[in-house]
């Protein structure tokens, strides 16, 4: 009977070793899928390079608005539906910053007061027909319809610093696989 009672103990301390390295990763795990995403934040000074998917609007503008000295004056094109394809992590849209603004501009695709998308700086005369989704983002989505917005920040050209004024454009989101 002796012999069983140091295998007992094995069994017992071997147990109690297993349990708690399943709780411990259970904790982990747990840690691992609930944290929260980063916020995405908005730059104060322009980013030197312009938004990779940049393309030329080729809207025939000539010349930019006339505004008072000290001020700016912006002209926007876009659609107000959106698709987004969860499989290739993009939006496809129109945002365009036709040649007569004098505002450099970057845009921001909110849903549910959370940035999903952000593009990089559009110059005038420039548009961007596709968003990549905020990493992880997608995970927070679902197939359906969503009422979201723009959000359109405006840079000084010659500074780079960000304007105090930003517009709000309300859109509507599609969301498929």
Not at 76 to 90: C, F, G, Q, R, V
Not at 139 to 166: A, M, N, P
Request: charged content about 20%.
């Amino acid at each position: 009977m002796e012999n069983k009672t140091p295998q007992m103990q094995n069994r017992i301390i071997i147990s109690v070793l297993v349990a708690v390295i399943v709780f411990l990763l259970c904790i982990c795990a747990f840690l691992f899928l609930t944290r929260e995403e980063a916020p995405v934040l908005s730059p104060d000074i322009a980013p030197s390079k312009t938004d990779k998917y940049a393309e030329p609007m080729n809207d025939g503008s000539q010349g930019t608005m006339e505004t008072p000295e000290g001020g700016g004056a912006a002209s926007l094109a876009y659609t107000k539906n959106i698709a987004i394809d969860l499989s290739t992590e993009k939006a496809r849209m129109m945002f365009g910053n036709p040649s007569k603004s004098n505002q450099d501009i970057i845009v921001q695709l909110i849903v549910q007061d959370t940035v999903i998308a952000q593009s990089g700086l559009i110059n005038p005369g420039n548009k961007v027909t596709t968003l990549d989704l905020v990493p992880k983002i997608k995970h927070s989505l679902s197939e359906g319809t969503y009422i979201g917005k723009y959000l359109v920040l405006f840079y000084d050209r010659e500074t780079g610093e960000k304007e105090i004024v930003t517009t709000e454009i309300a859109v509507n989101i599609t969301v498929h696989e």
